[in-house]
């Protein structure tokens, strides 16, 4: 059974960073496509970084481009989703999403498991 668990987020000002962490259970990292997605009230869930399982490619979206980086350490089964420069509009539930073949894919219905969530919160 899979299993994602995230963990990091918080009230942080604007401007701030925050690092989210997200550790699998139950999947084959080799193969598996990790993203991070997050939902904002009263909106769909938004892509905002994925990267392939060997870690070798990351793609994000242009609203969070130069701001988070996402990166996966797979000895640990774990994925980081590193957020700087955050602003209000950034606050959010994110979830950490696996699908377990490539390619790295925008659309959250293509995703096979989730996590439970976190909640950003960006102060101005």
């Known amino acids: 059974q899979v299993h994602l668990v995230e963990s990091g987020g918080g009230l942080v000002q604007a401007g701030g960073s925050l690092r989210l962490s997200c550790v699998a259970s139950?999947?084959?990292?080799?193969?598996?496509?990790m993203a991070w997605f997050r939902q904002a009230p009263g909106k769909e869930r938004e892509f905002v970084a994925g990267i392939t399982s060997s870690g070798a490619r990351t793609y994000y979206p242009d609203s969070v481009k130069g701001r988070f980086t996402i990166s996966r350490d797979n000895a640990k089964n774990t994925v980081y989703l590193q957020m700087n420069s955050l602003e209000p509009e950034d606050t959010a539930v994110y979830y950490c999403?696996?699908?377990?073949?490539?390619?790295?894919?925008?659309?959250?219905?293509?995703?096979?498991?989730w996590g439970q969530g976190t909640q950003v919160t960006v102060s101005s």
């Open positions: 999403a696996a699908r377990a073949s490539p390619p790295i894919n925008i659309l959250s219905a293509n995703y096979n498991y």
């Open positions: 139950g999947l084959t990292s080799s193969t598996s496509v």
